[in-house]
Protein backbone atom coordinates (compact mmCIF):
# COMPACT_ATOMS: atom_id res chain seq x y z
CA UNK A 1 0.00 0.00 0.00
CA UNK A 2 0.71 3.61 0.48
CA UNK A 3 3.24 5.01 2.42
CA UNK A 4 3.36 8.89 3.29
CA UNK A 5 6.73 10.43 5.09
CA UNK A 6 6.47 13.88 6.19
CA UNK A 7 9.57 16.33 7.42
CA UNK A 8 9.78 17.81 10.01
CA UNK A 9 7.76 16.84 12.51
CA UNK A 10 7.89 20.74 13.99
CA UNK A 11 8.54 23.87 12.70
CA UNK A 12 8.98 27.27 14.46
CA UNK A 13 9.16 30.64 12.39
CA UNK A 14 9.20 34.06 13.37
CA UNK A 15 5.81 35.93 11.80
CA UNK A 16 6.42 36.86 8.39
CA UNK A 17 8.99 34.46 7.34
CA UNK A 18 8.24 31.04 5.17
CA UNK A 19 7.58 27.71 5.88
CA UNK A 20 8.21 24.64 4.06
CA UNK A 21 6.81 21.10 4.52
CA UNK A 22 7.58 18.54 2.57
CA UNK A 23 6.09 14.72 2.15
CA UNK A 24 7.65 11.83 -0.12
CA UNK A 25 5.06 9.19 -1.10
CA UNK A 26 6.07 5.39 -2.31
CA UNK A 27 2.82 4.28 -4.42
CA UNK A 28 3.52 5.93 -8.24
CA UNK A 29 -0.28 5.19 -8.56
CA UNK A 30 -1.15 8.09 -6.51
CA UNK A 31 -3.23 11.04 -8.35
CA UNK A 32 -4.06 13.46 -5.50
CA UNK A 33 -2.02 15.41 -3.10
CA UNK A 34 -3.92 17.28 -0.41
CA UNK A 35 -2.70 19.30 2.94
CA UNK A 36 -5.03 19.79 5.78
CA UNK A 37 -4.88 21.83 8.91
CA UNK A 38 -5.73 20.64 11.99
CA UNK A 39 -6.31 23.48 14.62
CA UNK A 40 -6.41 22.56 18.08
CA UNK A 41 -9.56 20.89 19.60
CA UNK A 42 -10.79 20.31 15.68
CA UNK A 43 -10.98 18.04 12.87
CA UNK A 44 -8.14 18.71 10.01
CA UNK A 45 -9.90 21.09 7.16
CA UNK A 46 -8.43 21.07 3.41
CA UNK A 47 -6.60 23.87 2.68
CA UNK A 48 -5.27 22.99 -0.28
CA UNK A 49 -4.81 20.22 -3.01
CA UNK A 50 -3.09 19.32 -6.01
CA UNK A 51 -3.59 16.55 -8.58
CA UNK A 52 -0.86 14.44 -10.41
CA UNK A 53 -1.26 16.16 -13.82
CA UNK A 54 -0.04 20.12 -12.14
CA UNK A 55 3.48 20.56 -11.21
CA UNK A 56 2.01 23.69 -8.61
CA UNK A 57 -0.83 25.24 -7.19
CA UNK A 58 -1.14 28.88 -5.42
CA UNK A 59 -4.07 30.46 -2.92
CA UNK A 60 -3.13 33.67 -2.03
CA UNK A 61 0.00 32.53 0.39
CA UNK A 62 0.00 29.02 0.13
CA UNK A 63 1.49 26.90 -2.60
CA UNK A 64 1.92 23.53 -3.25
CA UNK A 65 4.16 21.71 -5.21
CA UNK A 66 4.80 18.41 -7.08
CA UNK A 67 7.30 16.31 -8.39
CA UNK A 68 5.74 12.93 -9.62
CA UNK A 69 9.44 11.68 -10.77
CA UNK A 70 10.81 11.90 -7.26
CA UNK A 71 7.51 11.44 -5.68
CA UNK A 72 7.65 14.31 -3.24
CA UNK A 73 5.47 17.38 -2.61
CA UNK A 74 5.50 20.44 -0.69
CA UNK A 75 3.57 23.03 0.80
CA UNK A 76 5.00 26.61 1.44
CA UNK A 77 3.51 29.26 2.82
CA UNK A 78 4.61 32.97 2.60
CA UNK A 79 4.35 35.79 4.91
CA UNK A 80 3.15 33.57 7.74
CA UNK A 81 1.15 34.78 10.45
CA UNK A 82 0.14 33.71 14.04
CA UNK A 83 -3.25 32.41 12.98
CA UNK A 84 -1.35 30.07 10.54
CA UNK A 85 0.07 28.08 14.11
CA UNK A 86 -1.76 24.41 13.54
CA UNK A 87 -0.24 20.63 12.57
CA UNK A 88 -0.67 20.45 8.87
CA UNK A 89 -1.14 16.70 7.24
CA UNK A 90 0.06 15.87 3.96
CA UNK A 91 -1.64 13.05 2.47
CA UNK A 92 -2.09 11.09 -1.15
CA UNK A 93 -4.48 8.97 -2.53
CA UNK A 94 -4.53 6.32 -5.88
CA UNK A 95 -7.70 7.01 -7.86
CA UNK A 96 -10.74 5.67 -4.83
CA UNK A 97 -8.83 4.98 -2.53
CA UNK A 98 -8.35 6.15 1.08
CA UNK A 99 -6.58 8.76 1.77
CA UNK A 100 -3.04 8.21 3.33
CA UNK A 101 -2.07 10.79 5.52
CA UNK A 102 1.69 11.76 6.76
CA UNK A 103 3.01 12.20 10.28
CA UNK A 104 2.14 15.81 10.86
CA UNK A 105 3.97 19.00 10.93
CA UNK A 106 3.20 20.89 14.41
CA UNK A 107 4.40 24.72 12.95
CA UNK A 108 4.82 27.18 15.28
CA UNK A 109 4.50 31.15 13.88
CA UNK A 110 6.33 33.41 16.70
CA UNK A 111 4.81 37.24 17.02
CA UNK B 1 -22.19 24.33 5.34
CA UNK B 2 -21.19 21.07 4.88
CA UNK B 3 -20.94 18.81 8.26
CA UNK B 4 -19.46 15.54 9.55
CA UNK B 5 -20.83 15.09 13.06
CA UNK B 6 -19.30 12.64 15.88
CA UNK B 7 -21.82 11.73 18.71
CA UNK B 8 -19.17 12.34 21.48
CA UNK B 9 -16.23 14.59 22.33
CA UNK B 10 -15.40 12.34 25.11
CA UNK B 11 -15.41 9.25 26.17
CA UNK B 12 -14.24 7.60 28.86
CA UNK B 13 -14.97 3.39 28.65
CA UNK B 14 -13.68 0.67 30.80
CA UNK B 15 -11.49 -2.03 29.34
CA UNK B 16 -13.49 -4.90 27.91
CA UNK B 17 -16.81 -2.76 27.37
CA UNK B 18 -18.34 -2.57 23.72
CA UNK B 19 -18.00 0.97 22.36
CA UNK B 20 -19.80 2.49 19.64
CA UNK B 21 -18.85 5.74 17.55
CA UNK B 22 -21.36 7.18 15.67
CA UNK B 23 -20.97 9.57 13.06
CA UNK B 24 -23.64 11.44 10.75
CA UNK B 25 -22.86 13.03 7.74
CA UNK B 26 -25.73 15.35 5.81
CA UNK B 27 -23.84 16.05 2.22
CA UNK B 28 -24.59 12.43 0.51
CA UNK B 29 -21.49 11.08 0.30
CA UNK B 30 -20.37 7.95 -0.77
CA UNK B 31 -17.27 6.97 0.77
CA UNK B 32 -17.04 7.04 4.93
CA UNK B 33 -14.14 6.84 6.73
CA UNK B 34 -12.89 5.91 10.11
CA UNK B 35 -8.99 6.73 11.15
CA UNK B 36 -7.33 6.91 14.69
CA UNK B 37 -5.23 9.78 15.13
CA UNK B 38 -1.59 9.09 17.68
CA UNK B 39 0.77 11.73 18.05
CA UNK B 40 3.67 11.39 16.07
CA UNK B 41 2.15 8.69 13.74
CA UNK B 42 -0.71 11.17 11.93
CA UNK B 43 -4.05 9.59 10.99
CA UNK B 44 -4.26 5.97 10.19
CA UNK B 45 -7.01 4.21 8.70
CA UNK B 46 -9.11 1.71 10.31
CA UNK B 47 -12.07 1.01 8.12
CA UNK B 48 -14.07 2.69 5.21
CA UNK B 49 -17.15 2.44 3.40
CA UNK B 50 -17.70 3.00 -0.40
CA UNK B 51 -21.66 2.17 -0.37
CA UNK B 52 -24.26 1.05 2.01
CA UNK B 53 -24.07 -2.09 3.71
CA UNK B 54 -19.95 -2.14 1.98
CA UNK B 55 -16.66 -1.87 4.17
CA UNK B 56 -13.40 -2.41 3.69
CA UNK B 57 -10.63 -2.67 5.95
CA UNK B 58 -7.98 -0.33 6.14
CA UNK B 59 -4.23 -0.56 7.79
CA UNK B 60 -5.10 -0.91 11.38
CA UNK B 61 -9.00 -2.83 11.73
CA UNK B 62 -8.04 -5.31 14.25
CA UNK B 63 -10.33 -4.96 17.51
CA UNK B 64 -12.40 -2.62 15.41
CA UNK B 65 -15.61 -3.17 13.36
CA UNK B 66 -17.88 -0.43 11.48
CA UNK B 67 -21.69 -0.95 10.71
CA UNK B 68 -23.00 1.42 7.82
CA UNK B 69 -26.91 0.54 7.61
CA UNK B 70 -28.03 4.03 6.34
CA UNK B 71 -25.64 5.88 3.71
CA UNK B 72 -25.05 8.54 6.41
CA UNK B 73 -24.45 7.00 9.17
CA UNK B 74 -21.15 4.85 9.56
CA UNK B 75 -20.38 3.57 13.07
CA UNK B 76 -17.02 2.28 14.70
CA UNK B 77 -17.39 -0.65 17.03
CA UNK B 78 -14.55 -1.95 19.34
CA UNK B 79 -15.57 -5.07 21.05
CA UNK B 80 -13.92 -5.19 23.61
CA UNK B 81 -11.92 -1.78 24.69
CA UNK B 82 -8.20 -2.27 25.63
CA UNK B 83 -6.06 0.46 26.88
CA UNK B 84 -4.09 0.93 23.80
CA UNK B 85 -7.38 1.33 21.78
CA UNK B 86 -7.19 5.15 23.83
CA UNK B 87 -6.69 7.78 20.88
CA UNK B 88 -8.35 10.38 18.91
CA UNK B 89 -11.22 8.67 16.27
CA UNK B 90 -11.72 10.79 13.32
CA UNK B 91 -14.88 10.16 11.04
CA UNK B 92 -14.42 11.80 7.35
CA UNK B 93 -16.56 11.56 4.24
CA UNK B 94 -16.56 12.26 0.34
CA UNK B 95 -17.54 12.03 -3.13
CA UNK B 96 -16.46 8.79 -4.99
CA UNK B 97 -14.05 10.26 -7.73
CA UNK B 98 -11.29 8.54 -9.41
CA UNK B 99 -9.38 11.96 -9.51
CA UNK B 100 -9.64 12.00 -5.82
CA UNK B 101 -12.03 14.27 -3.95
CA UNK B 102 -12.00 16.30 -0.29
CA UNK B 103 -12.42 14.32 2.95
CA UNK B 104 -14.36 16.17 5.04
CA UNK B 105 -13.83 15.64 8.71
CA UNK B 106 -15.87 15.40 11.85
CA UNK B 107 -14.37 17.52 15.18
CA UNK B 108 -13.12 14.12 16.41
CA UNK B 109 -14.13 11.67 19.55
CA UNK B 110 -11.48 11.46 22.31
CA UNK B 111 -11.67 7.81 23.46
CA UNK B 112 -10.04 7.01 26.93
CA UNK B 113 -10.25 3.37 27.96
CA UNK B 114 -9.27 2.58 31.31
Known amino acids: GENVEQHPSTLSVQEGDSAVIKCTYSDSASNYFPWYKQELGKGPQLIIDIRSNVGEKKDQRIAVTLNKTAKHFSLHITETQPEDSAVYFCAASAGRRALTFGSGTRLQVQP | DVKVTQSSRYLVKRTGEKVFLECVQD?????MFWYRQDPGLGLRLIYF???????EKGDIPEGYSVSREKKERFSLILESASTNQTSMYLC?????????????FGQGTRLTVV
Open chain 2, 27 to 31: MDHEN
Open chain 2, 49 to 55: SYDVKMK
Open chain 2, 92 to 104: ASSLVDREGTEAF
